[in-house]
C-alpha cells in the first residue's frame, strides 16, 4: 500500500523559510513523478513544482521560481520541499503526490496517490 505523509507546515513570518517533508512509503521515488501542489483559501489546486526521472525539477509557478526547491532522502525515502523568501500569498495547504511514471504533470488527476496536506500560513 502507497502512503504520503506530510509535514513540516506552520506559521512563518514572511521572508522566513519552511521545509516541508513527503514521507513515502510503498513506492520507490525513481519510478515515481513527485509532484507538490497547493490550494489557498478560496482558490483551486495550483501545481507548484514537480520532480521526476526523466525531467528532474519542473516548475508550474513562476511565482516560486528561485524560492523553493526539491530534495530527496532515499534512505529516508522522504522528498522536502524547501520554501525560502516566503510570502503571505504562498499561504496555502500543501500536499505532495505521486504518479507512476517518469514523467511530470500539472493535472492533479494524473497523480494517483496523495499526502493529506500541510498547512502553511505566511504572516505579513
Known amino acids: 500500500e502507497v502512503q504520503l505523509v506530510e509535514s513540516g507546515g506552520g506559521l512563518v513570518q514572511a521572508g522566513g523559510s519552511l521545509r516541508l517533508s513527503c514521507a513515502a512509503s510503498?513506492?520507490?521515488?525513481?519510478?515515481?513523478?513527485i509532484g507538490w501542489f497547493r490550494q489557498a483559501p478560496g482558490k483551486g489546486r495550483e501545481g507548484v513544482l514537480c520532480i521526476s526521472r526523466r525531467e528532474r525539477i519542473t516548475y508550474y509557478a513562476d511565482s516560486v521560481k528561485g524560492r523553493f526547491t526539491i530534495s530527496s532522502d532515499n534512505v529516508k525515502n522522504t522528498m522536502y520541499l524547501q520554501m525560502t523568501s516566503l510570502k503571505a500569498e504562498d499561504t496555502a495547504v500543501y500536499y505532495c503526490?505521486?504518479?507512476?511514471?517518469?514523467?511530470?504533470?500539472?493535472?492533479?488527476?494524473?497523480?494517483?496517490?496523495w499526502g493529506q496536506g500541510t498547512q502553511v500560513t505566511v504572516s505579513s
Open positions: 510503498g513506492l520507490a521515488f525513481d519510478d515515481y513523478a
Open positions: 503526490a505521486a504518479r507512476p511514471s517518469y514523467y511530470c504533470s500539472n493535472y492533479g488527476p494524473l497523480y494517483d496517490y
